[in-house]
């Protein structure tokens, strides 16, 4: 299909699988109940999203009403793809989908916030801790929250795309995001602090790399006639790690092929629709180390690759900047995102708190002992 083969080729990969995916459980969906997929009649539509609204979550669980709208959406997507009517607006799948909201509407689960304290926390424990995973993921965290990049964004990065001032902060330019898919890039700003700690892991990149091509060229000379396979994988390792030479970040582990620890084994970006998965895993693990797992905060979930993201927009909402500062710096196309990531700080400086304070309520907060009684 011509509209798919374009979709492959100028939409972004998570939108392809996403929707790839929706499409498939709809159809295969239509065949087990002897529907037909496209077209579509109204009927089957909202039969078809009602049972996904009973057990279409996880477990057999009634699924949220985002996935919900978002399977709508699909279908609509493959009426328009196919140039004909779409279903989805039809009179009764609306008013269903008003039903869906009201019965399956809640809060989506945010991931927790890792703010200035709690980062400053993860970077004392790694400044205790030896190794060159400690010294990358320092300033991997680092440049997270001064940037508020996403975790495709952060592992795309290359080594040409820092450059210092003389200040003693940085600028990090990044040539693509996920709201920038033209590719015209922007520049971010890093602290001096950062850079510090971002110089620190460029010198110990560059050694590293250095010395595993160079172990590799001498294991390569050392193989006899008899050991071809053993020749081909390390051809194989010496040009994945000459592909790293531009790459910022790097992955950092036993190498099973040359016996070393701490070698350098490939870019810290995978393949596949989640480039920036490691990306998420240190940063659960980094914060884990230091007892920061989750807040027990309702709307709340664990710490997750888009944490430092959250942190940052909690603090600039807490420091009093507005909502187009914040979606500037985070590269939100619309105030949603930061407004939710920053509601729970920003009802402390609201209408009725500013009124207690005038009431000389505020700063009471009356005894920790009674609050406590409270509580329980």
């Known amino acids: 299909m011509p509209w798919w083969r374009a979709l492959q080729r100028n939409a972004p990969a998570n939108t392809v699988r996403a929707l790839w995916a929706d499409a498939r459980h709809y159809i295969r ?29 996880r477990d057999g669980q009634p699924a949220a009403y985002g996935t919900v709208a978002r399977r709508k959406s699909t279908i609509a997507t493959l009426h328009e793809a196919a140039g004909l009517p779409d ?17 399956l509407g809640r809060r989506p689960a945010q ?14 424990a790694l400044n205790r801790e030896e190794g060159p995973q400690a010294v990358r993921d320092a300033a991997l ?18 080594v040409a795309d820092v450059q210092a001032e003389r200040d003693g902060s940085g600028r990090l330019f990044v040539s693509r995001s996920k709201t920038d898919q033209g590719g015209q890039g922007r520049w971010c700003w890093l602290g001096p602090d950062t850079m510090t700690l971002l110089q620190r892991w460029l010198r110990l990149r560059a050694l590293l790399l250095d010395e595993a091509l ?10 006899s006639r008899g050991d071809a396979a053993r020749r081909e994988k390390l051809e194989r390792r010496q040009t994945r790690l000459e592909c790293c030479r531009a790459v910022l970040w790097l992955q950092i582990g036993a190498d099973r092929l040359t016996r070393g620890t701490d070698a350098v084994l490939g870019p810290l970006g995978v393949s596949g629709p989640d480039p920036g998965k490691r990306v998420g895993e240190i940063f659960k693990a ?27 927009a909690q603090d600039l909402v807490a420091a009093g900047f507005g909502l187009p500062a914040i979606q500037q710096a985070g590269d939100w196309t619309s105030p949603t995102m930061p407004a939710r990531y920053g509601e729970r700080i920003a009802a402390g400086a609201g209408a009725m708190a500013q009124l ?21």
């Not at 991931?111 to 004392?124: K, M, N, P, S, T």
């Not at 905060?297 to 430092?308: F, I, M």
């Open 29 to 57: 969906w239509c065949g087990f109940n002897g529907r037909v997929a496209v077209p579509a009649v109204p009927e089957t539509v909202i039969t078809y999203l009602t049972a996904l609204s009973k057990n279409g979550g």
């Open 214 to 223: 160079a172990e590799g060229e001498q294991l390569m000379r050392r193989c």
């Open 356 to 376: 207690a304070e005038k009431q000389g309520r505020g700063g009471v907060g009356g005894d920790e002992d009674d609050l406590g009684q409270m509580q329980k």
């Open 141 to 158: 965290i680092a440049v997270g929250y001064d940037t508020l990049r996403r975790r495709a964004e952060l592992v795309r990065l290359t």
């Open 286 to 312: 980094r914060a884990k180390a230091v007892g920061l797992e989750g807040t027990g905060v309702p709307g709340e979930g664990a710490v997750s690759g888009h944490s430092l993201r959250v942190g940052a």
């Open 111 to 124: 991931a927790v916030g890792l703010r200035r304290e709690d980062v400053q926390e993860i970077l004392a």
């Open 87 to 103: 279903p989805c607006k039809d009179r009764l799948v609306r008013l269903e989908m008003k039903g869906f909201a009201g019965r």
